[in-house]
């Protein structure tokens, strides 16, 4: 556990800080880089509108439910506050 954040992150999960740490204070022990690399290769293939993304996250990783996948993708946002689309 990484000390010295408002929500508990394992080393493990997040890797080396490869995106910075969500603004929410819920527990994302689930989000795993991979995660968020799938996301990055979505955006960056053309993905027009990444809000419409979760389908796609939870046929990639079936393990997220409908409700880790929209969080995932909303750590991703917030990972990127210059805003895609």
Not at 19 to 33: C, I, N, R, S
Not at 38 to 55: C, I, T, V
């Amino acid at each position: 556990m990484l000390q010295g954040l408002p929500f508990p992150v394992q080393r493990d999960t997040l890797g080396m800080f490869a995106h910075e740490a969500p603004v929410q204070t819920q527990a994302l022990d689930f989000v795993k880089t991979t995660h968020l690399d799938f996301l990055d290769d979505l955006q960056k293939s053309g993905f027009e509108n990444m809000n419409h993304a979760r389908p796609y996250l939870m046929k990639e990783f079936p393990e997220l439910s409908s409700q880790q996948a929209a969080l995932v993708l909303s750590h991703w946002f917030q990972c990127y506050p210059q805003g895609y689309n």
